[in-house]
């Protein structure tokens, strides 16, 4: 089965619930992929930290090189939503660098970064609704986002987005996302694409983080390094051996300014005048040179 769509196309595979298989099973189904191809790729579902993941009395071992290439960023997820949520850029930082330190960088750097699943309420409503816990199912149908919540919502969720792109891993879309779909848990985040209802505004600013991520080399495998800034403004550079990238956003319903005075870098995207980033409400500003 796995050759057999390899050849017709596939370019990797994902497995569900992979703390569910021996160790021997993903090795042989890793082994197998990779005769097909050293870029095929092989993802698993891990909700927790892979580097040291333990399930049925079993040290899983993923990131040894014969198992998982890399797995679903369920914390860097969590972190992401808290953030926007809560604004604490400690533990923010604190929780990404854990996995960046855990990580080989192989493995972080194909992990998929995700907002939504179908396994969770979807980002906009995680961001901006009332939490679902404690609730049933008839309580989760019948609450959507009102039109103010929507609305803040839907810059919250642009923020998270940013992040999405540009920390370390490969920024995956769970279908609708981008499109403003909301809902709370399965089946309600199952709901339809929106076909001809999309949030233009949302769609249009998921293909301009496309276009600066494609834009940007030193985001597919730059190392990541925490800037020290304004309490109420994250900023942190990828960098590689060619270039450097700086990302700075401000997820706050207020206007920010931020005095910088950095030699060589030019503003890919945002308000960088005379060694002053300007940053309107829920917005970002990206720099960048050549090293």
Not at 185 to 191: G, V
Not at 262 to 268: A, I, K, N, T
């Amino acid at each position: 089965m796995i050759k057999k769509w390899l050849r017709l196309g596939a370019r990797g595979f994902r497995l569900d619930v992979v703390d569910e298989l021996p160790g021997e099973m993903v090795e042989k189904i890793r082994k197998t992929i990779k005769s097909e191809g050293e870029d095929k790729l092989l993802i698993g579902e891990v909700w927790e930290d892979a580097s040291n993941k333990v399930a049925y009395d079993e040290d899983k071992k993923y990131f040894l090189g014969d198992r998982l290439d890399g797995v679903m960023n369920y914390p860097f997820r969590n972190a992401i939503i808290s953030y926007i949520k809560t604004k604490n850029k400690k533990i923010f930082e604190d929780s990404i660098m854990t996995v960046v330190e855990n990580y080989p960088s192989q493995a972080l750097n194909v992990c998929m970064n995700l907002l939504s699943t179908h396994d969770i309420t979807r980002a906009i409503t995680a961001l901006a609704g009332p939490c679902e816990d404690n609730h049933d199912r008839k309580w989760q149908f019948e609450n959507v986002l009102s039109i103010d919540q929507y609305k803040i919502g839907a810059n919250m969720l642009k923020c998270a987005m940013v992040l999405q792109y540009f920390l370390p891993g490969s920024p995956c879309i769970y279908y609708g996302d981008e499109a403003g779909l909301q809902g709370y848990k399965d089946p309600f985040n199952r709901k339809c694409y929106p076909w001809g209802c999309e949030d233009k505004n949302i769609l249009e600013f998921a293909k301009l983080l496309g276009e600066l991520r494609t834009k940007l080399p030193a985001l597919a495998e730059g190392a990541i390094e925490f800037v020290e800034s304004p309490t109420d403004v994250l900023m942190f550079k990828r960098e590689d051996l060619r270039e450097s990238t700086i990302l700075i956003l401000n997820p706050n319903d207020y206007e920010k300014a931020i005095d910088l005075n950095l030699q060589g870098y030019s503003c890919v995207h945002g308000q960088y005048v005379k060694n002053q980033i300007l940053l309107s409400p829920f917005s970002f500003a990206v720099l960048n040179k050549y090293i």
